[in-house]
T-cell receptor, first 113, second 113 residues
C-alpha cells in the first residue's frame, strides 16, 4: 500500500487479556517505530527496529510489552495481561532509514475495561 | 533530558485570523524540529521540518521558525480556515541525529466559521 497500515483500528479487551497489534510499514522502509499516545498527550517512543533487529526497546513500559518484526517487514506489538493504564492509541511509523522522516499510520485505539 | 512544551494547549479563533502556535524545548542540541498535524482518530501528518542550521521553513499558509539558542519554535498560520482545525504537535530530534522523536502535548486548534 501507499502508507503505513495498522490493524485493528480499534481494540477493546478485558483487563488481564493479551492483545496483539499489527503494523504494515511502507514497502522498502528499513526502519520501524512504535509510539504510545495517551489521551491529550503527544506520542511517546516505545521501540525501534532496523530490518528485523530490535535495536532499541528502552521505551517499553514493562516486560508485559513485547514487539517483533521477524522478517523485517510486518511488525507486531503484543501486550500481555493488559491493565487499564495500557489504554491508549498505539502508533506505528516507518522510514527509509533511521535518520529519514517518519511516516505514521492511523494507529490502533486500545481500550482496556 | 529533552522536554518539549506547547502553548497554548487549546485555541479557538474565528475564520480568517492569523495565529501563532508556540513550542519550546529544554535542550538546544537538536538535529531538527518538525511540526505535525493530527486529525481526530488519525495518525500524524508532517507539515514542516526545520533542520538545526535553518531559521525557518514555509509551505503555503504555514511558516515555521526556529531559534535554537532560546529553545523556541513557532508555527504561524495565515488566514485560518475551518479545515485547519486539528491538533498541532511539534517534535524534536536529538543532536546526535537520534531516530527518536520527542513530542510536545500539542495545541488543539478550532477555527470557527
Amino acid at each position: 500500500g501507499a502508507g503505513v497500515s495498522q490493524s485493528p483500528r480499534y481494540k477493546v479487551a478485558k483487563r488481564g487479556q493479551d492483545v496483539a497489534l499489527r503494523c504494515d510499514p511502507i514497502s522498502g522502509h528499513v526502519s520501524l517505530f512504535w509510539y504510545q499516545q495517551a489521551l491529550g498527550q503527544g506520542p511517546e517512543f516505545l521501540t525501534y527496529f532496523q530490518n528485523e533487529a530490535q535495536l532499541d526497546k528502552s521505551g517499553l513500559p514493562s516486560d508485559r510489552f513485547f514487539a517483533e518484526r521477524p522478517e523485517g517487514s510486518v511488525s507486531t506489538l503484543k501486550i500481555q495481561r493488559t491493565q487499564q493504564e495500557d489504554s491508549a492509541v498505539y502508533l506505528c511509523a516507518s522510514s527509509h532509514d533511521r535518520g529519514q522522516p517518519q511516516h505514521f499510520g492511523d494507529g490502533t485505539r486500545l481500550s482496556i475495561l | 533530558k529533552q522536554e518539549v512544551t506547547q502553548i497554548p494547549a487549546a485555541l479557538s479563533v474565528p475564520e480568517g485570523e492569523n495565529l501563532v502556535l508556540n513550542c519550546s524545548f529544554t535542550d538546544s542540541a537538536i538535529y531538527n524540529l518538525q511540526w505535525f498535524r493530527q486529525d481526530p482518530g488519525k495518525g500524524l501528518t508532517s507539515l514542516l521540518l526545520i533542520q538545526s542550521s535553518q531559521r525557518e521553513q514555509t509551505s503555503g499558509r504555514l511558516n515555521a521558525s526556529l531559534d535554537k539558542s532560546s529553545g523556541r519554535s513557532t508555527l504561524y498560520i495565515a488566514a485560518s480556515q475551518p479545515g485547519d482545525s486539528a491538533t498541532y504537535l511539534c517534535a524534536v530530534r536529538r543532536g546526535d541525529s537520534s531516530y527518536k522523536l520527542i513530542f510536545g502535548s500539542g495545541t488543539r486548534l478550532l477555527v470557527r466559521p
